[in-house]
RNA sequence: GGCGACGUGGCGAAGAGGCUUAACGCGACGGUCUGCAAAACCGUUACUCACCGGUUCGAAUCCGGUCGUCGCCU
C-alpha cells in the first residue's frame, strides 16, 4: 500500500480543528503510533501571512510534523492541483515512516482533492489561455464568452453555473485546450483507509470563538504583518484575500478604526463559516463529533491504524 | 404646556401622487462548487410603508386626528 491510513477532520474556521488534530497526533505518538499532520488550509500555503491566517506556531506543533503550510510566496500562484501534488508527495513520504497522516483543514475543496482522489491534476489547462480569456471576460463581458461555451462544450454548459465568470472562463479554458468537450473525469478515491470527522460548534459559541480569534490576531500584530507585508507585496495578490490584511491595511489607512476592522474582520468570517457549512453538510461520510470531539477522534484514528 | 423634525423589513436606507403587487446595502436563511475555493457565484427574506379617518380614478407619497421618538422653547 503506497497511502497511509488517513484521518480527515473538517470543519469550519475557528473550530478548533488544528488544536484537535495536534492533540490526537501527540497522543497517538505516546501510544507508539507515529502520526504527522497535513494542513489543507488553502491561505496557510503562504510563507508571511502568519497571524492573519492562524498558522500553528513552531512551538505549537509540539514535535509533530506539519505539512502543507508555507509552500510558496505570496505572489505565486496555487490551486488545488498544486495543494494535490504536494499532498500526494506528502502522503508517499509519510507512508514510507509507517505513520499515520491527519489531513485538516477548511478548505472543503482541499480535503475531497485529496480524500477522494479528485483527478484535478489531469484537467487540461494552460495559463496563457487563460489569461486571454479572463482579459476577454474584463473587455467583452460575460455573455459572449457563455455563448462561446455553450457553442464548444454545450454539455459542460448545460452543467454548470454560467453566472459564475471564474467558472465560464475556466470550461472555456479547458475546451479550448482539450479542442472541445473536455471528459469529466471520476474520482478515484483514496487508496488506503480513511476516515471523516468533523467538528461543530454551537452557532453563539462559535460566534464567540470567531470573535475571539479576530481580536487576538489584531493583540498579536495583525497590523504590523499586513503592513510588512504589502511593502514587499503587490496587495491585490490573491493570497490576501484572505481575511484580516485588507481590514489591517485599512486601518493603516486611517480608512477604519481597528475597533471596526475587527468587527468586519468577524463578519467576514462569520460569512465564511456559512459557506463552509453548507459545503461539508453535503459532504458524505462525516462523522460530526459532537459530544467528545477529543475521544471521538482518538478512537477514529485508533481504528485506522490497527 | 408650546413649537419643529421625524416615524418604510432584524438593522441602515431609497422612494416625495400612477414607472412600486416598495430600490439598494448589511444581516439572516438555503444552495452551487473537479486548477484563483478565506475565492467566485445563485436563490429566499415588507401583500406593505406607526395607527385611524379623509381627498383622489389612483397615496408610502396630499390633508386631519391619535400614538411614539428626537430637538428646541417655557
Do not use: C
Not at 490551486?79 to 485538516?104: M, N, P, Q, S
Not at 507585508?229 to 495578490?237: G, S
Not at 459545503?279 to 477529543?294: G, S, T
Amino acid at each position: 500500500m503506497t497511502r497511509p491510513p488517513l484521518l480527515v477532520i473538517a470543519g469550519a474556521t475557528a473550530t478548533g480543528k488544528t488544536g484537535l488534530a495536534i492533540d490526537v497526533a501527540e497522543r497517538l505518538t505516546g501510544e507508539g503510533i507515529a502520526a504527522e499532520v497535513i494542513s489543507a488550509d488553502s491561505r496557510q500555503v503562504y510563507r508571511g501571512l502568519d497571524i492573519g491566517t492562524a498558522k500553528v506556531s513552531a512551538a505549537d506543533q509540539r514535535g509533530i510534523p506539519h505539512h502543507g503550510i508555507d509552500l510558496v510566496e505570496p505572489d505565486q500562484p496555487f490551486t488545488v492541483a498544486d495543494f494535490a501534488a504536494h499532498a500526494d508527495e506528502t502522503l508517499g513520504a509519510i507512508a514510507e515512516r509507517g505513520a499515520l497522516a491527519i489531513l485538516v483543514g477548511g478548505t472543503g475543496l482541499y480535503l475531497r482533492a485529496v480524500a477522494r482522489g479528485l483527478p484535478v491534476g489531469e484537467l487540461p489547462s494552460d495559463p496563457a489561455v487563460r489569461a486571454r480569456l479572463e482579459a476577454e471576460f474584463l473587455a467583452v463581458g460575460l455573455e459572449p464568452l457563455v455563448e462561446r461555451l455553450r457553442a464548444v462544450a454545450p454539455q459542460r454548459a448545460a452543467a454548470m453555473d454560467t453566472a459564475n465568470p471564474r467558472r465560464v472562463v475556466r470550461a472555456l479554458e479547458m475546451a479550448t485546450v482539450a479542442g472541445g468537450e473536455p471528459p469529466v473525469p471520476d474520482p478515484r478515491g483514496y487508496d488506503g483507509p480513511v476516515a471523516w470527522i468533523g467538528l461543530e460548534v454551537e452557532p453563539e459559541t462559535h460566534r464567540e470563538w470567531i470573535a475571539g480569534r479576530a481580536n487576538a490576531q489584531f493583540d498579536a500584530g495583525l497590523i504590523e504583518e499586513a503592513k510588512a507585508l504589502r511593502e514587499r507585496w503587490d496587495p491585490a495578490l490573491p493570497a490576501f484575500s484572505a481575511i484580516g490584511y485588507r481590514e489591517a491595511w485599512a486601518v493603516l489607512d486611517g480608512e477604519l478604526t481597528r475597533e471596526a476592522a475587527i468587527a468586519e474582520d468577524i463578519r467576514r468570517n462569520q460569512a465564511f463559516a456559512k459557506r463552509q457549512r453548507t459545503w461539508f453538510r453535503a459532504e458524505p461520510d462525516i462523522d460530526w463529533l459532537r459530544d467528545d470531539p477529543p475521544a471521538g477522534a482518538l478512537a477514529a484514528a485508533r481504528a485506522l491504524a490497527r
